[in-house]
């Protein structure tokens, strides 16, 4: 079983859709959590940190479950260029890596 | 420079052939790691270096992976006789923070891709 687990899409949604991506984590132990963005053929880029309280930047919100181990994105209002992979990563505590999972692919259509 | 420089871009090697990936971190970062992305996954850790010392190798997939950073900035990753398995994405990262505190989220460089024939 992977470390951290997510849908690998591919999720195709109109423009103005609202999406929401899960993910899960093995490791109790995991202390920092943040979703990742990644464009075809080019390097991930940090999209937010995941806080126990939720957060959210703009259209996108991301939770935290630590009893049930479990993250989510929602994306409001899609946009055409939001089409991307969306990389779950969590960190251990004491741990300076960072554990990726597969990525969930998101192509949103005109 | 400003962000994490990688080369070369590309690199096609024959099977059995030795191969040396560079990575160029962000100037004055601490923390530098090497990952593996292979087509259709999420990138996989290979190693962790805080300043010059290689503090996690874990990830390395056998004995012909190797990686260096003597001088606490560049780093080198060495493939040896390569094989068509290693074929994959290599992505560096670096990150200010080296003292334990949780960082929030590297920098990676565009990647090296690797085709092995």
């Known amino acids: 079983r992977k470390e951290v687990e997510q849908d690998p899409g591919p999720f195709n949604v109109p423009e103005g859709a609202t999406v929401a991506f899960n993910c899960t984590y093995s490791?109790?132990?995991?202390?920092?959590f943040f979703w990742y963005r990644q464009d075809c053929r080019k390097e991930p880029k940090l999209l937010m940190s995941v806080y126990s309280s939720g957060n959210e930047d703009g259209r996108f919100t991301a939770q935290l479950n630590r009893a049930s181990q479990y993250i989510s994105l929602l994306i409001r209002d899609s946009k055409l260029s939001d089409s991307a992979t969306y990389l779950c990563v969590v960190r251990e505590t004491g741990f300076q890596k960072l554990v990726f999972g597969t990525g969930t692919r998101l192509l949103v259509s005109p | 420079g400003a962000g994490v420089s990688q080369s070369p871009r590309y690199k096609v090697a024959k099977r059995g052939q030795d191969v040396a990936l560079r990575c160029d971190p962000i100037s004055g970062h601490v923390s530098l790691f090497w990952y593996q992305q292979a087509l259709g996954q999420g990138p996989e850790f290979l190693t962790y270096?805080?300043?010059?010392?290689?503090?996690?190798k874990s990830g390395l997939p056998s004995d012909r992976f190797f990686a260096e950073r003597p001088e606490g900035s560049v780093s080198t990753l060495k493939i040896q006789r390569t094989q068509q398995e290693d074929s994959a994405v290599y992505l560096c990262?670096?990150?200010?923070?080296?003292?334990?505190?949780?960082?929030?989220?590297?920098?990676f460089g565009s990647g090296t891709r690797l085709t092995v024939v």
């Open positions: 490791n109790s132990a995991s202390q920092s």
């Open positions: 270096f805080q300043n010059e010392a290689q503090l996690d």
């Open positions: 990262a670096s990150s200010f923070t080296g003292d334990g505190r949780p960082n929030y989220g590297y920098t």
